[in-house]
């Protein structure tokens, strides 16, 4: 009999934790870098504003795209909000290709877009290479680049650069000005 009441207490011990312990698994999945930057990029690609800036940090650092370069990346939660209204109005879609892979904190992803932005260029789509990094469940900074390697890719930012043309010298001055500006090229 006491064998018995042993095994039930044994048994009721076991049930209460295996009841437990999906709910901490869950949380636990939730906070994990990767899956915050999966749920980043759903929500970024079915345009919930909303929903992207709840998994990023107030003090949101990114780099990526024309109007958020390395010399002038979009801070804070302000500057981040406009660029993901840009991304909805131009209908960017965006897919992570392959496993991210995980550091610690730091998440590196493979991103494949589409939007009609590309088609001018005649290609179908563009691939970029990311790196986030997560904060309490959440992505503190951002950088993507294009990957060049990728013939879209290629193609589409060849397009882009004859769009801008060649950099203008700037005015004679005689403080140096256009010795400088080639210099600054790297052709001087």
């Not at 990728?150 to 769009?163: M, W």
Request: proline content about 6%.
């Amino acid at each position: 009999m006491r064998l018995w009441k042993g095994s039930l207490v044994a048994l009721l011990l076991l049930t209460m934790l295996l009841a437990v312990l999906p709910a901490s698994l869950a949380v636990a999945a939730a906070d994990d870098p990767a899956t915050v930057v999966q749920r980043f990029f759903d929500a970024r690609t079915r345009g919930d504003v909303q929903g992207a800036l709840a998994l990023v940090a107030d003090d949101i650092r990114l780099v990526g795209g024309p109007r958020c370069t390395p010399a002038n990346p979009c801070l804070g939660i302000s500057a981040f909000r406009a660029e993901m209204q840009a991304i909805v109005a131009d209908h960017i879609q965006m897919t992570i290709v392959g496993i991210p892979q995980v550091s610690g904190t730091t998440v590196h992803v493979r991103i494949e877009e589409r939007a009609d932005i590309f088609s001018a260029a005649g290609v179908e789509r563009i691939v970029s290479n990311g790196t986030a990094e997560v904060r309490d469940g959440k992505i503190a900074s951002l950088n993507s680049s294009p990957d060049a390697s990728d013939a879209q890719t290629a193609q589409f930012l060849a397009y882009v650069g004859a769009q801008q043309g060649p950099p203008t010298a700037p005015p004679r001055t005689g403080g140096g000005g256009e010795a400088s500006f080639i210099r600054s090229l790297g052709d001087g």
